[in-house]
């Protein structure tokens, strides 16, 4: 097992799951749930001859961040693209129910609980959504896991975390969008149809899946935190997550209502006045929306060193 | 008739009371712009002489704005719009007590979102997100809802219009219904399995195939309808039902169907990993309780 202080100044890109669950919470207080020895592995890709993994490719488990217990969720891209099946789906939408069913009995113990020393989740997502070896158990899951968010609504504040390889792609691109917070480094990627899956529907002309750049100005941190969809943009470190989770940590569930982008009729208002923006710029490129968004020259604002983009960017308004 | 597929306005009138729709108006609110989200119909009705909200996707609309929405595909003007008939479906019914909330009938038949550049330089996964939790929301707050997939109900636009419903039917296959996240013969190439390997596989673990019969094992679609001409009292019939249930507070929607799952044989270790966890936690609960005493 990695030493925790030397997790915190690990690349969160380059971390396992498991790494980035026990570095996100305080030295020593991580305890996995259904963790390998319980080896709760997926059934379905034993039927198909397959290699498991006795965590079904996700660490799930709770920590503690000062006084706040925090429920991690963290998906490893490198078993099966951290694509989410029967088992997958079931630890993470347990996770989110322990966290809630842990709220409300805090809550009933103590009504004037400190907001500090209630649940928080947190989800470092690593996946292009549905597992296609179990692809119907994989789809239920996921409706499952937006409906445990909705439930989660004012009693348990959801944070996304976005930065690893694998982005953050298909019904998962949704389930993120989803929670509460999202975070991402520049090296996140979030959507919701893969660069490759494009190229297919409009052509290597409109979309080159192969050129990077292009990729990652639709989808990357830049553009989302541009876009408002991602709230925070943190350094490519463990401890810059931890940092602004620390941070979220201190709030309480009412005030996480602000960071949100959909989950009301006021912010579909909001999200509809952007996409009236976007069928009358019919932008060729996520730069031509970051010069409508203020920022004169967004090549060189996409190349500054992102400690200058945070400075510097401007964020669209609608 | 052999199919619905893409006839949602056919099935629609089919399923309501007759000439009782009235489009574009959902309590309050009025949708005025023809051209917003044309492939996404929204509007009220009335089914067996109650009021009831009616979303559903015409199959023959095509959007100028967003040229990769066609066919029924949910881009983004009709994943908000969707989204804004179920919160004024809330609006409608805020001060109604949970037993008299109206009722919302999806008729699903999507081939998928709109998978385009400029959808995900917006943010495609927000319109579809927004329009689940919409639904999630208005479920949890006593609105029955109940979807009826007359034809395509593929992958992510099944997330995004169905599967949030309190519970799903599904027209029988040989109507030629669609559910699946994509069919076996692309699921065989993309993960190296030999097409009969997964078929003979599929006679005894519903996971792998496509169609409404083994979603129905898998607890995904609550009840199949054998004929067309069952699909209006079949919907009829769940409303009344999730009305009692929903009194009793018995599970519906997401957690319904995974429990419908289990019981069905389909899903299975969904409740094993979930008891296992919940002892786990149980077992160290108290090292995350508030330390002060």
Redesign the interface.
């Known amino acids: 097992m990695a030493n925790w202080s030397k997790l915190q100044t690990r690349s969160f890109l380059e971390s396992s799951a498991r790494d980035r669950a026990i570095g996100l919470v305080d030295e020593g207080?991580f305890?996995e749930?259904?963790g390998p020895f319980?080896r709760?592995s997926?059934?379905?890709l034993v039927?198909?001859g397959?290699a498991v993994e006795f965590d079904d490719g996700v660490v799930?488990g709770?920590g503690?961040i000062g006084?706040r217990?925090v429920f991690v969720i963290s998906q490893e891209g490198r078993f099966i693209g951290g694509a989410v099946g029967?088992?997958g789906?079931?630890?993470m939408?347990?996770?989110i129910?322990?966290a809630i069913g842990?709220a409300d009995e805090?809550r009933a113990a103590?009504p004037k609980?400190?907001p500090d020393?209630l649940?928080l989740v947190a989800i470092s997502f690593e996946t292009g959504?549905?597992r296609?070896?179990?692809?119907?158990?994989?789809?239920?899951?996921?409706?499952?896991v937006?409906?445990a968010?909705?439930?989660a609504?004012g009693k348990v504040p959801v944070v996304a975390l976005i930065g690893s390889r694998i982005g953050c792609f298909?019904?998962m691109?949704?389930?993120?969008?989803?929670t509460d917070v999202i975070v991402m480094s520049e090296f996140g990627r979030?959507?919701?149809?893969g660069p490759e899956?494009?190229e297919e529907?409009?052509g290597k002309d409109?979309?080159d899946a192969s050129n990077r750049a292009l990729v990652y100005r639709?989808?990357g941190g830049r553009?989302?935190y541009i876009?408002g969809?991602c709230n925070f943009l943190v350094d490519d470190r463990i401890a810059a997550f931890r940092g602004q989770v620390t941070e979220l940590c201190k709030l309480p569930v009412g005030d996480f209502e602000q960071f949100r982008?959909?989950?009301?009729?006021a912010?579909?208002?909001k999200?509809?006045r952007?996409?009236a923006?976007?069928?009358e710029m019919?932008?060729k490129?996520?730069y031509d929306?970051w010069r409508r968004a203020g920022n004169n020259d967004p090549a060189g604002l996409g190349d500054a060193p992102v400690d200058d983009f945070r400075k510097q960017a401007q964020r669209l308004s609608v | 008739m052999d199919t619905l597929i893409g006839q949602g306005l056919v099935a629609l009138e089919m399923i309501v009371d007759p000439g009782s729709f009235a489009r574009d108006r959902v309590g309050a609110k009025e949708f005025t712009d023809e051209s917003y989200g044309p492939g996404a119909v929204v509007g009220t009705a009335t089914l067996d002489g109650q009021t009831v909200t009616v979303i559903a996707s015409d199959a023959e609309a095509f959007n100028e704005?967003?040229p990769?929405v066609y066919a029924g595909i949910i881009g983004?003007?009709e994943g908000?719009k969707m989204?804004?008939a179920v919160?004024?479906t809330?609006?409608a019914d805020r001060d109604a007590p949970a037993s008299a909330k109206r009722p919302i009938v999806l008729i699903v038949d999507t081939p998928g979102?709109g998978?385009?550049?400029?959808?995900?330089?917006?943010?495609?996964?927000?319109?579809?997100?927004?329009y689940?939790?919409?639904l999630?929301?208005a479920r949890?707050a006593g609105h029955p809802i109940v979807a009826a997939v007359i034809g395509r109900a593929i992958?992510?636009a099944?997330?995004?219009h169905g599967?949030?419903a309190d519970r799903i039917v599904a027209l029988d296959a040989k109507f030629g219904t669609m559910i699946?996240?994509?069919p076996l013969t692309s699921?065989s190439r993309?993960?190296k399995?030999n097409i009969e390997?997964l078929e003979e596989?599929s006679k005894s673990?519903?996971?792998?195939?496509a169609g409404p019969q083994?979603?129905h094992k898998?607890?995904?679609v609550e009840e199949v309808v054998p004929e067309i001409a069952d699909l209006r009292s079949v919907v009829i019939r769940q409303v009344a039902a999730l009305r009692v249930a929903k009194a009793k507070g018995e599970a519906t929607?997401?957690?319904g169907?995974?429990v419908l799952?289990a019981a069905r044989g389909g899903?299975v270790?969904?409740?094993?990993?979930?008891a296992?966890?919940?002892a786990?936690?149980a077992a160290?609960?108290d090292?995350?309780?508030?330390?002060s005493a």
């Open positions: 207080t305890t749930l259904a319980d709760m997926s059934p379905h039927a198909l397959e799930t709770v503690r006084k217990p029967e088992v789906g079931a630890k939408v347990t996770t129910d322990l842990f805090l103590n609980i400190a020393e649940p959504g549905v296609l070896h179990e692809s119907n158990a994989g789809l239920l899951a996921h409706a499952e937006m409906d968010f909705q439930r609504r298909g019904g691109g949704f389930v993120a969008a989803a979030l959507g919701l149809t899956v494009i529907e409009m409109e979309f639709t989808t553009h989302k876009m969809d982008r959909i989950g009301s009729a912010l579909v208002e999200q509809m952007a996409v923006l976007a069928a019919q932008p490129d996520a929306v | 704005k967003f990769v983004m003007e908000y989204a804004s919160y004024a809330l609006a979102n998978p385009g550049k400029v959808e995900e330089i917006f943010g495609m996964n927000k319109a579809t997100g927004a689940q939790l919409a999630a929301e949890a992958s992510g099944f997330l995004c599967l949030q699946h996240v994509m699921v993309i993960i399995k390997v596989l673990n519903p996971v792998f195939a083994f979603f898998l607890g995904g929607g997401p957690v169907r995974a799952g899903r270790t969904r409740p094993q990993v979930a296992k966890m919940a786990e936690f160290v609960a090292k995350y309780r508030p330390q």
